[in-house]
Structure formats: structure tokens, C-alpha cells
């Protein structure tokens, strides 16, 4: 919902970068930006691998600082000048998230648990929601992925507030014209059914980095393996480019 992570041969820096940004380097030196991510522990499945042996109902909380620390350089290296921080979350938000974990299908949650290294919130990410894939070793596939919501975006928004206002977004407003969304019924417009139809999205890129179902978001078409088969990818037109 909020855009890939940086594809590591096609990333733009950002011209500038507040000064209060605690940045591991200088904002425009891309190469100590570039290191300092991959140096950084979310990319290791050892660091994952505590929640991975979790329950997937368990698999979800406040981001832990590394993760924070990491969403910050990525958004340096992407240009948004968002700063991330640890969500405070409160016990009724933590029902509602909780709950909407619970209401994915179960087949789902088996089909994505043994890689689904959980979901973890913070504020001023930047978006909605991020997916990462885990790859441990440079050049691996992905061994696991994890999802990041923002809880500032989601805590005072249901369902049809939330999707009207993220359909809204690459509009400016005025002109005597008013874009509405409706995902949910009355009765279900609620803030746990706007956390489940986010993760629902979400959980799609945990299983798709997964699996074969289409090459890695930050692969250019050039780089494509040779003889890869991705039968949803496949079905989209041309992998050249």
C-alpha cells in the first residue's frame, strides 16, 4: 500500500533531509545509506526467528527499534521525509488489530505462517502499510517477509473512512467534486475491518516473496532469471524491458 522497498540498483536519494533525522550518515552519501541497510539485523532470518516459531496470533505488536531503525533509512533512501517512531498502542487497538489477524481465512494463515515473520506497527511511516521480504544472504530468495502498518493512519479511521481517504490521495481537493469509497456495510464499517482488509493486501506480498508466483518487486525486468516461471506473472503482458 505504500510502494515496494528500494530495489538496490534503482534508488533515488532524496535532494535533501532534515537535519533532525537520526541517520546512521550523511543524507546524500547513498552508499553509507545502502551499507548501513543491509548491514542492519531485520534482514537476517536469526533475527526473525523467535517470532517465526511463535503462533501467527501472537505475531503482532509495536515494531521493535531495529525495525524502526531500518524504515528510517529507507525512507531517506526513497525520499519520504517521514521519520518513523514506535507506535504506542492502545489496549483497544490492540483488540482491534488482534481481532482483524484473527479474521483472515484460516487457510491463509497456514498457507503464509511458516514465512510470515508477523506484523509490526509504528507512526509517520510514510503510508498505510509496507511489506519486506528476509533474505539472509545477498543473492538468496526470500526465506520469510513481515508487514509494517502505521497506527497514527489507522487509529481514527474505519473501513470506508480509511478507503476513502487512501483513494483520495492522488487527487487534489476541490472542483466542486467528492470521491467516496465503500468497502464495508454499515454494520462492518468499523477500524478492525479497515486493519483486515489492509493485512488481507499485505499478506498477498508475503506469500507472492515467498513463492513463485511473480518475480521480486525489485527485480527489473532486465534482471529477470532466465527460464523463471511465475504463473500470475506471466499473465500480465511482456517480462522485457
Known amino acids: ?10 534508488l533515488i536519494l532524496a535532494a535533501a533531509w532534515p537535519a533532525a533525522a537520526k541517520l546512521p550518515c550523511a543524507a546524500k552519501d547513498r552508499a553509507c545509506l545502502l551499507k548501513a541497510a543491509m548491514k542492519n539485523p531485520v534482514r537476517t532470518l536469526d533475527f526473525w ?10 505475531r503482532i505488536g509495536p515494531a521493535p ?9 529507507d525512507n531517506a533512501v526513497n525520499g519520504f521525509p517521514e521519520k518513523p517512531r514506535v507506535a504506542k498502542l492502545s489496549p483497544e487497538f490492540l483488540v482491534d488489530a488482534r481481532g482483524a489477524l484473527a479474521d483472515l481465512l484460516p487457510v491463509l494463515r497456514k498457507v503464509a505462517g511458516p514465512t510470515f515473520a508477523g506484523v509490526y506497527f ?14 539472509d544472504k545477498p543473492g538468496a530468495g526470500p526465506k520469510a517477509a513481515y508487514i509494517v502498518l502505521d497506527a497514527k493512519v489507522l487509529e481514527h ?47 498477498g506480498h508475503v506469500v507472492a516473496a515467498t513463492r513463485t508466483l511473480h518475480p521480486m518487486w525489485d527485480l527489473a525486468p532486465r534482471d529477470l ?9 506471466e499473465l500480465s503482458g511482456p517480462s522485457t524491458g
Open 122 to 135: 509504528v507512526e509517520d511511516l510514510g503510508g498505510t502499510g509496507f511489506t519486506d521480504a528476509v533474505r
Open 225 to 233: 532469471p532466465a527460464g523463471g516461471k511465475w504463473p500470475f506473472f
Open 49 to 58: 526467528a523467535k517470532r517465526l516459531a511463535d503462533p501467527v496470533a501472537e
Open 65 to 73: 527499534q531495529e525495525l524502526v531503525d531500518y524504515l528510517e533509512i
Open 157 to 203: 479511521h474505519r473501513a470506508n473512512g480509511w478507503a476513502t481517504w487512501k483513494e483520495n490521495t492522488p487527487f487534489k481537493p476541490g472542483g466542486g467534486w467528492k470521491l467516496e469509497a465503500t468497502i464495508e456495510e454499515p454494520a462492518e464499517d468499523t477500524r478492525r475491518s479497515a486493519i483486515r482488509y489492509i493485512l488481507l493486501h499485505e499478506f
Open 1 to 10: 500500500m505504500r510502494r515496494a522497498p528500494f530495489a538496490l540498483a534503482a
